[in-house]
């Protein structure tokens, strides 16, 4: 069992950065997996960024070069830094987890990311 929590978004101007973090709560959330997702309105959640337990780290073509997933297992958070953002970034951002073995995801609530002039 899994929960996370995110934080961290807002308005922001278009070239702007936020950083947005999610506490993972559960002993086996330092050996999971974990990442960012994000949902625009009228369009499907759409992978951003994924951070293996050993720190590998992916992420989409569209926000490669802006955006730094980041994790720090002693406080149990994931980071996603989001620099140069774009209004196309505007989405509801969602952190999930998957445990070590597990083809379960679990998710947060998400957190609004509005990028406006």
Same mark, same amino acid.
């Given at each position: 069992?899994? %929960?996370?929590?995110?934080?961290?978004?807002?308005? !922001?101007?278009?070239? /702007? $950065? =936020?950083?947005?973090?999610?506490? +993972?709560?559960?002993?086996?959330?330092?050996?999971?997996?974990?990442?960012?997702?994000? %949902?625009?309105?009228?369009?499907?959640?759409?992978? !951003?960024?994924?951070? /293996? $337990? =050993?720190?590998?780290?992916?992420? +989409?073509?569209?926000?490669?070069?802006?955006?730094?997933?980041?994790?720090?297992?002693?406080?149990?958070?994931?980071?996603?830094?989001?620099?140069?953002?774009?209004?196309?970034?505007?989405?509801?951002?969602?952190?999930?987890?998957?445990?070590?073995?597990?083809?379960?995801?679990?998710?947060?609530?998400?957190?609004?990311?509005?990028?406006?002039?």
């Amino acid at each position: 069992q899994m %929960q996370l929590v995110e934080s961290g978004g807002g308005l !922001v101007l278009p070239g /702007g $950065s =936020l950083r947005l973090s999610c506490v +993972a709560s559960g002993s086996i959330a330092s050996r999971s997996a974990m990442g960012w997702s994000r %949902q625009a309105p009228g369009k499907q959640r759409e992978f !951003v960024a994924r951070i /293996g $337990s =050993l720190g590998t780290t992916n992420y +989409a073509d569209s926000v490669k070069g802006r955006f730094t997933i980041s994790r720090d297992n002693a406080k149990n958070t994931v980071y996603l830094q989001m620099n140069s953002l774009e209004i196309e970034d505007t989405a509801v951002y969602y952190c999930w987890g998957r445990p070590p073995y597990s083809t379960k995801d679990y998710w947060g609530q998400g957190t609004q990311v509005t990028v406006s002039s």
